[in-house]
């Protein structure tokens, strides 16, 4: 039981400041998000290519209302974002893109896309959308802004169409599922500058690209079918493994390459950084930074690359791709078999 007389707390002056405090976490929150999706935008589009029949329509543009946000944003939202009740507010713009290049600028209020209301409830779900059944095809957009509504035409371009989301989960990770990008706060926020940010998300689309989840899925299935036969055959001898050999095989299958396969996404997704118009220079550092925050993954690494083999790859493919460019060739990766590393049996595992 505490012993000491504490001051009185007036609750009024705890909410005050519990609102002040919600306002500033979600002015950060959007703020990050901003940066995330304009890299994103960058990454999708510069290496549309990569992608083949993964593509839609792109404008880079983000909008919200209070209505399309959780419940327990909607109190604050408004003040924090300076957005409107009645239309959806413009709260993030891709540098150079289409919205861009439309004259659509942050704190404009949406208000239709060819003449379509825009819904004030799943607003940026209801957009993207609606821009990939538009395809490329021009769109006339009618905005408010000082209280005057202006037409602008939005030219959308085609990139790849995996999601990128933003979270605010304190890991330092990220990771792809295939059907999206999952990028943590705690990982956002180790990567000091956009290039560093590029990698990360490029290493994400790289394995969406090669297919590693499904390479990885069918290891697992060999694995678990080479395990079951070990397990038929002693049952036959009349002896329980109780599927431990299915298991047991079927992980090492899940693990096979994994290494090789890491050190891959980090060299595709090299490459889709600097297509996007990001200088890799310093962008190794990010490895540094991932040390520290997992000090495991600087010596062992059983699904990924140890932390100094991440950072000196790097370097190498910088100076690879520096090359490239001094003799006018296309910035294309060498998708040549990469000779994995042998996995320790302890991890280091950050990053998928």
């Known amino acids: ?40 935008f960058h990454i999708r589009t510069a290496n549309l290519a990569d992608c083949h029949d993964n593509a839609a329509a792109q ?119 295939g059907e999206r990008i999952v990028l943590y706060a705690g990982i956002v926020d180790i990567a000091k500058t956009d290039a560093q940010l590029a990698v990360i998300i490029g290493h994400e689309l790289a394995h969406v690209n090669l297919e590693h989840i499904q390479k990885k899925k069918q290891n697992e299935l060999l694995g678990t079918v080479a395990g079951f036969v070990v397990d038929a055959a002693l049952k036959s001898a009349m002896v329980d493994s109780r599927g431990v050999f299915t298991r047991e095989f079927g992980k090492a299958g899940a693990l096979a390459y994994s290494v090789g396969f890491e050190r891959e996404a980090d060299y595709v997704g090299a490459y889709y950084a600097v297509r996007a118009g990001y200088d890799l220079a310093g962008a190794e550092e990010i490895w540094r930074m991932m040390g520290l925050k997992h000090p495991a ?18 370097q190498k493919v910088a100076a690879e791709i520096a090359e490239k460019r001094a003799r006018g060739e296309a910035l294309t990766p060498d998708l040549r078999f990469m000779q994995a590393e042998q996995p320790p049996m302890q991890s280091g595992e950050t990053m998928h």
């Open 297 to 314: 993954s600087i010596q062992f690494a059983r699904t990924h690359p140890a932390t100094p083999t991440r950072f000196i790859q790097m």
């Open 1 to 40: 039981m505490p012993v000491s007389r504490l001051p009185q707390l007036p609750q009024d002056e705890v909410d005050t400041e519990l609102r002040k405090q919600q306002i500033a976490q979600m002015r950060d929150y959007y703020g990050q998000l901003h940066r995330v999706a304009n890299v994103a």
């Open 59 to 177: 404008s880079g543009l983000y909008a919200v209302t209070p209505q399309s946000l959780p419940r327990k944003y909607r109190t604050y939202a408004r003040e924090a974002l300076n957005i409107a009740w009645a239309r959806p507010t413009v709260i993030s713009v891709a540098d150079g893109s289409p919205a861009a290049q439309a004259g659509i600028v942050a704190g404009d209020e949406i208000i239709s896309f060819n003449g379509e209301l825009i819904p004030l409830t799943g607003t940026a779900n209801w957009m993207t959308k609606w821009f990939a059944r538009n395809g490329v095809k021009p769109v006339e957009a009618i905005l408010r802004r000082g209280g005057e509504d202006h037409t602008v035409t939005i030219a959308p371009v085609k990139g790849c169409a995996i999601p990128v989301h933003y979270v605010t989960q304190e890991d330092v990770n990220a990771y792809t599922d």
